[in-house]
Structures are given as structure tokens and as C-alpha cells.
């Protein structure tokens, strides 16, 4: 794969321009004229809603917290839109995500469109669906959406798409093969659905920053979530319910949280790093196999370079952001410029909420729009497909990771030619050996190269 052609060339045809297109609101494309010779990018303009047209009748896989946003963020998105299966390994959270359902938007999910089990992905998207929300832990990802993209399904698939390098590779082949049928995917990284950092984004295209130069980003929080064992769990059962804490199911917090910053970096520069170097550590984790702390030097192919940073630990400085640096200024990529003197010479105009007042927020929810604009992309017959875009972010998100847990240089060939797969092959609710997942973090300068 060629760093400079394919990282512009591809990605911009299935992920920017195509969104930017699918949504008709610019009429032929993001490109208009100017006074000047220099073309001007122009920033999509979202619909409020998607069209009205004939029932989109969606499953969704994975009834944890995110899987059941998403199924009520699907149901905002416009008329006639429905949730008709459901699938999980637990029956508790296919029941709870069910019962939301039926309270707060008054869907009545049938027994026999309920489905439990490791092969519950392939019975919702075989049970007369027209799109599928893939929001299972990361780790399922993979095979799943090539199923759906086997089966011909619209396809709204989480953030993030694999937590390994064969994975990512096998989820860039499902998005050509998606192509080629002219499936729609749109996938969580919602912030590309976001007005402000759209905007910003149209400001920076523009030359309001110069040339980029360099970028930082930031996850730094408390720690998110443990679910600690609990008797009669198997090893399967407690990890998956600890996904978080457990680097074959999310990919390490690095993955499943910082890919929204690393994504942002991606979309700004409009091409991906291609060699990472970092560390990291473990000092107050008490469950999984993670690190606490991230971080990562990435270098790009013009010698450009963006640090990232992210943490999960308990009465630390919390910080979640961006900042791109530029020959003229710099931004945080959401809602403001400065130039290089740290004086403001831009920020986003947010709308006038009902008391008349300037809110602080964009008036859709980004994850919202995501599905809005899926469904418009599927309604208009306009074509939408963000995988090489969310592939690119989750493949440097895993370079960066890897180098950390190893003490090593990690590149993009290096990751594009691995054989590395985490976690079991075959599932079922029993013992995980210590060699399919060992239980103890990585140790910089001892891991096998």
C-alpha cells in the first residue's frame, strides 16, 4: 500500500467527499469556485433529518449501553424507522435494552426476533432487516460486518472496527467488498458528523491556520468502568462483561476512547502517520491486562509529527481535545482559531436555543446525525462509506499501542503485514487458557518482535 497515493485518493472518495456528496445539500460536490484561481472547500450542509421514504426495519447486535443509544439515536433520525431484532450473549442486557424500548419509544420487540448467543449477529442480520448496528465489543467486529456486508445490509458499525491488525485488514476488505454492492457503512467516529468540528475543519482546508505543521491530542480521564467477577462467571462470561478492562475485546482504551482524537488528527492532516514510537504502564488497574497511560510520538511520511496522549487513572488532570498547529495559528479542530500570537480570530457560532440564549453545543447530537445522515445516504440513492477512513484511524491507534506495549518502533507496513489476532478463535460461555489471553499487561523491551 503506497503512503502517499492511497492516503487521499481512496479515503477521500469513501470517506469526505462521499459523505460530503451523499448528502446533496451542495448540489454537485464539496469543491465550489471562487474570485481566485484556488478552488474552495466548502463544508457539508447535514439535514436536520433524513427524508421520509419507504420502513428501514433495523437489528441491532450488542444491547449494552452504547447498542441501545444507538437504537433510540437510529429511531431519532427520521420517519419511518424501526428496531425489529435484537441480539446478545446475555440475556440481562438483551432484556434491559428491550424493556427501554418498549417504555420510552413504545417498541415492542417480538420473542422470536430476540436472539442470545455468540451466533446471534448472523440471526438479526438474516432475519429481514434492511440495516444492521453492529455495537458488540470491538473484538466481534470484524466478522460480523463481513457477514452483514455478505448478506447485503446497510451496515451502521461502532467505533472501533478491530482491535488487531488482521482484523483492520479484514474490515478494509469488507468495506471494498460494500463498495462494489454499493452498501452504505457509516461508522462511530461521530465527531465527523459534528457541525463545529465540520466547520473548523472548512476553516483549516481554507489556509485560516497556513500549513499544518503539528498536532497534539489528548484522552486523559479517571478511570471508566470495572465489572468485577462475579460467582458462577466463566472466564468468558467476566471478561466480557469487564470488556473494557480486557485488550482482545476493546483494543486497550488507547483504541476504543483515543480514536476519536487520532481520528481527528487523520481527517486534518488528510493522511495517516506511518510510524509510531511510545510507552506506556500499569500502576492502579486493578482488573484486565491493559495499561493505565499512553504516550506516542507518530511521524509522518513528510517528517511532519502528532504526540497523543491518553489515561485512565483516578484524581489526575483530565483533558479530552485536539490541537493542530499551523504556519499562521493553530486550533483545538472543534470551535476555534487563534493565530501564532494566541490571539482569537475565529470561533463557531453555536444556535440560539429556546430561551433565546447562545448554546455551547451543536443543536443535533452528533450521534444523531450519524444516523441521519445514513439514512439520508441510503434514501437519496447518494453513496456513503466511512471504513478506509475509520481503518486508517484504528490501525494507527493499534501502531501506537503496540509500540508502547513492546518499547519499539511500530510502522504502517509493519501493522498492514501482521499476523498478530488477540483473543480466542472459537467462543463459548467456559475457560479462556492463559495462552490465548494471558492475564498480566505487556512489559516493554521482553515482548517477541
Given at each position: 500500500m503506497d503512503h502517499k497515493s492511497s492516503n487521499l485518493s481512496r479515503r477521500k472518495f469513501l470517506g469526505d467527499a462521499a459523505a460530503i456528496t451523499s448528502l446533496g445539500a451542495i448540489g454537485a460536490g464539496a469543491i465550489i469556485s471562487s474570485c481566485s484561481r484556488k478552488p474552495k472547500y466548502a463544508a457539508p450542509v447535514f439535514p436536520?433529518?433524513?427524508p421520509d421514504g419507504p420502513v428501514l426495519r433495523a437489528g441491532l447486535v450488542g444491547c449494552g449501553d452504547r447498542g441501545t443509544g444507538a437504537a433510540?439515536?437510529?429511531?431519532s433520525a427520521g420517519p419511518n424507522l424501526e428496531i425489529v431484532a435484537l441480539g446478545d450473549v446475555f440475556q440481562d442486557k438483551m432484556d434491559q435494552c428491550r424493556n427501554q424500548l418498549r417504555e420510552r419509544r413504545n417498541v415492542e420487540i417480538p420473542d422470536e426476533?430476540?436472539?442470545?448467543?455468540?451466533?446471534?449477529?448472523?440471526?438479526?442480520?438474516d432475519s429481514g432487516i434492511d440495516i444492521v448496528l453492529l455495537c458488540q465489543p470491538t473484538h466481534f467486529r470484524p466478522e460480523s460486518l463481513q457477514y452483514a456486508v455478505q448478506q447485503r445490509?446497510?451496515?451502521?458499525?461502532?467505533?472501533?472496527?478491530?482491535?488487531?491488525p488482521v482484523g483492520v485488514r479484514s474490515v478494509m476488505a469488507s468495506g471494498r467488498m460494500a463498495e462494489t454492492a454499493g452498501l452504505n457503512i457509516v461508522v462511530g467516529t461521530q465527531r465527523?458528523?459534528?457541525?463545529?468540528?465540520v466547520k473548523t475543519f472548512e476553516m483549516v482546508k481554507n489556509g485560516a491556520i497556513g500549513d499544518i505543521i503539528s498536532a497534539n491530542c489528548y484522552w486523559n480521564q479517571g478511570m471508566f468502568k470495572n465489572v468485577f467477577p462475579q460467582q458462577g462467571w466463566s472466564d468468558m462470561e467476566a471478561m466480557i462483561r469487564d470488556f473494557f478492562n480486557w485488550n482482545w475485546l476493546s483494543g486497550d482504551h488507547y483504541l476504543d476512547q483515543h480514536i476519536h482524537n487520532l481520528d481527528i488528527a487523520v481527517w486534518f492532516f488528510e493522511k495517516y502517520p506511518v510510524r509510531a514510537v511510545g510507552f506506556g504502564g500499569r500502576h492502579r488497574r486493578p482488573l484486565g491486562d491493559?495499561?493505565?497511560?499512553f504516550s506516542v510520538d507518530f511521524e509522518f511520511d513528510d517528517g511532519r509529527h502528532m504526540h497523543s496522549m491518553a489515561r485512565q487513572i483516578d484524581g489526575c488532570a483530565n483533558n479530552v481535545s485536539e490541537l493542530i498547529f499551523g504556519t499562521k495559528g493553530y486550533t483545538n479542530a472543534r470551535n476555534r482559531i487563534w493565530d501564532n500570537k494566541g490571539n482569537l480570530i475565529w470561533e463557531y457560532e453555536y444556535p440560539l436555543g429556546e430561551d433565546g440564549q447562545r448554546m455551547n453545543r451543536v443543536a443535533i447530537s452528533p450521534y444523531v446525525q450519524e444516523h441521519i445522515n445514513l439514512v439520508t445516504a441510503i434514501r437519496t440513492g447518494n453513496y456513503i462509506n466511512e471504513i478506509q477512513n475509520v481503518c486508517e484511524s484504528n490501525m494507527i491507534a493499534i501502531m501506537g499501542r503496540e509500540s508502547a506495549y513492546t518499547?519499539?518502533?511500530v510502522t504502517w507496513d509493519d501493522m498492514m503485514a501482521s499476523n498478530l489476532r488477540l483473543g480466542p478463535t472459537e467462543y463459548s460461555m467456559g475457560p479462556i487458557g492463559q495462552d490465548v489471553v494471558p492475564r498480566t499487561p505487556p512489559v516493554p523491551g521482553t515482548s517477541p518482535a
Open positions: 436536520e433529518q433524513a433510540f439515536d437510529f429511531l426476533n430476540c436472539f442470545l448467543g455468540f451466533d446471534s449477529y448472523k440471526k438479526v442480520i445490509r446497510q451496515i451502521f458499525a461502532e467505533k472501533c472496527v478491530a482491535v488487531d465527523r458528523h459534528q457541525y463545529d468540528y491493559q495499561y493505565d497511560y518499547g519499539r518502533e
